[in-house]
T-cell receptor
Framework: GQNIDQPTEMTATEGAIVQINCTYQ??????LFWYQQHAGEAPTFLSY????GLEEKGRFSSFLSRSKGYSYLLLKELQMKDSASYLC?????????????FGAGTRLFVKA | ETGVTQTPRHLVMGMTNKKSLKCEQH?????MYWYKQSAKKPLELMFV???????ENNSVPSRFSPECPNSSHLFLHLHTLQPEDSALYLC??????????????FGPGTRLTVT
């Protein structure tokens, strides 16, 4: 079956670096993506990985290891506005076609 | 403002009612999505339309019926819902294609309460 695990909550300090991990189990991996969601708002796309390695976009980077079923989102130079939920999602291609599943999200608290 | 609008923003309906949610995008995209976000549950992708054809169906009950008449509009028709269907329903759009699928722009959502 399909399963995604990520920590429920994390706390970090303004200006620091934080790494949010995501592990997944799928039968037909077709891509992994990260979204940011502030409380009461819709999600915002952050990154997409389909090949192994690190994708960097400003203060945010995302890493993928397909053989390990593992990804992480790295946030540098943390700002208070980075306090949000971070959603990891995987698209899987099975016999019935494509399915996309989301993790429960990691709530990040950035403190001064 | 992402260029994706949803109406109504709030909806209360009884279990025997029929209602429809509307989504419109002004971004020139031609892939559209319906999501369900319930309290304390992961975000669920319900339906995906690419070039007005359904391309992904994530095991959604038949009381939810999507319609995509053109690339700018997406509807979710609701009938005989259950209280557990109360949730925030989010619409999103993107350009179709393997890579651009993931860069989705979301609307503000419709907060649905089923009584």
């Amino acid at each position: 079956g399909q399963n995604i695990d990520q920590p429920t909550e994390m706390t970090a300090t303004e200006g620091a670096i934080v790494q949010i991990n995501c592990t997944y189990q799928t039968s037909g991996f077709n891509g992994l993506f990260w979204y940011q969601q502030h409380a009461g708002e819709a999600p915002t796309f952050l990154s997409y990985n389909v090949l192994d390695g690190l994708e960097e976009k400003g203060r945010f980077s995302s890493f993928l290891s397909r053989s390990k079923g593992y990804s992480y989102l790295l946030l540098k130079e943390l700002q208070m506005k980075d306090s949000a939920s971070y959603l990891c999602a995987v698209r899987d291609r099975g016999t019935g076609g494509f399915k996309t599943i989301f993790g429960a999200g990691t709530r990040l608290f950035v403190k001064a | 403002e992402t260029g994706v609008t949803q109406t109504p923003r709030h909806l209360v309906m009884g279990m025997t009612n029929k209602k429809s949610l509307k989504c419109e995008q002004h971004l020139g995209h031609n892939a559209m999505y319906w999501y369900k976000q319930s309290a304390k549950k992961p975000l669920e992708l319900m339906f995906v339309y690419s070039l007005e054809e359904r391309v992904e169906n994530n095991s959604v009950p038949s009381r939810f019926s999507p319609e995509c008449p053109n690339s700018s509009h997406l509807f979710l028709h609701l009938h005989t819902l259950q209280p557990e269907d109360s949730a925030l329903y989010l619409c999103a759009s993107s350009r179709p294609g393997h890579f651009s699928f993931y860069e989705q722009y979301f609307g503000p959502g419709t907060r649905l309460t089923v009584t």
